[in-house]
């Protein structure tokens, strides 16, 4: 679930304690047959102050670009997918 949440091999090897790349690629293979059919989906949100930005980040939602005209900023967070749902 980390690789798909973040797609960061390196990182999941390093929090997963492994010391062979290899070990780690076990677990992207994985995460990859398990989640083939799934679109990556994502819930957006605009933060149009410093206090909405705050809780949407404490939500995990990610920054995703600048300001616009209405002094919004966008943030998104993948929706997750749970082992034995159908959604």
Same mark, same amino acid.
Request: hydrophobic content about 35%; aromatic content about 14%; charged content about 25%.
């Given at each position: 679930? $980390?690789? #798909? ?5 390196? #990182?999941?090897? *390093?929090?997963?304690? %492994? ?8 677990? @992207? *293979? ?10 990556d989906k994502y819930i957006c949100k605009v933060a !149009?102050?410093a206090q909405e930005a705050v809780q949407l980040v ?5 920054? @995703?670009?600048? $300001? #616009? %005209? ?5 943030? !998104? !967070? *993948?929706?997750? =997918? #749970? =082992?034995?749902? *159908?959604?």
């Amino acid at each position: 679930m $980390e690789y #798909y949440r973040t797609r960061d091999i390196f #990182y999941v090897m *390093q929090f997963l304690g %492994h010391k062979k790349i290899e070990n780690t690629l076990l677990y @992207v *293979q994985l995460t990859n047959s398990i989640f083939q059919d799934r679109d990556d989906k994502y819930i957006c949100k605009v933060a !149009k102050t410093a206090q909405e930005a705050v809780q949407l980040v404490e939500l995990g939602f990610e920054y @995703v670009t600048g $300001e #616009y %005209h209405d002094g919004g900023k966008l943030f !998104k !967070k *993948q929706k997750l =997918l #749970y =082992l034995g749902s *159908q959604s």
